[in-house]
């Protein structure tokens, strides 16, 4: 069957989002990606699952922040229908002690794929673990209409997400 590619415009020349030629030749399509920068997974307290441009914020974020100690992994949910259960409950097998997993979304709440992924979500999720959503809050419109509060929101979401805030 084809293979359909979607992107924002933002991450066709993006310096992180890039893979090797071999990956696209030889390579496959991954339904959930994991965090390629930790290095114990027993050290891991938080999972950050998002989808799409955001990621790469957050992954900026994170080498931008001094305190950076390896206690957040960012996991990638590249395909939201059908869900990927199976690969998603895997991945999150191999993280024993994590207290919370937090479903990031640049859309507002009521726009995004929160609605949809919670339930799946929530059944992979060891009794002990929460679940939590970070976003734009429920909105009439997609966009602020203003590219400054846009970013603003932006920070405010990814610094949340990596418990950044001060």
């Excluded at 893979?19 to 114990?40: K, Y």
């Excluded at 997609?142 to 997400?161: F, M, N, Y």
């Amino acid at each position: 069957k084809p293979l359909v590619l979607m992107t924002p415009k933002s991450l066709l020349r993006h310096k992180l989002c890039v893979s090797p030629l071999e990956e696209l030749v030889e390579g496959r399509f991954h339904s959930v990606i994991d965090d390629a920068e930790i290095e114990s997974a027993e050290s891991v307290r938080r999972i950050v699952l998002c989808s799409g441009k955001v990621y790469y914020d957050l992954l900026e974020a994170r080498h931008k922040a001094d305190h950076v100690d390896g206690d957040i992994a960012l996991v990638r949910v590249e395909e939201i229908y059908p869900f990927p259960s199976a690969e998603l409950g895997q991945l999150l097998a191999r993280y024993e002690r994590v207290e919370q997993v937090v479903w990031l979304q640049e859309e507002a709440k009521n726009m995004g794929a929160w609605s949809f992924v919670q339930p799946y979500i929530e059944s992979l999720l060891p009794e002990q673990c929460e679940l939590c959503y970070v976003g734009r809050d429920e909105a009439a419109s997609p966009a602020t209409g203003s590219h400054q509060v846009h970013l603003s929101e932006q920070r405010e979401i990814v610094d949340q997400a990596l418990d950044l805030q001060a």
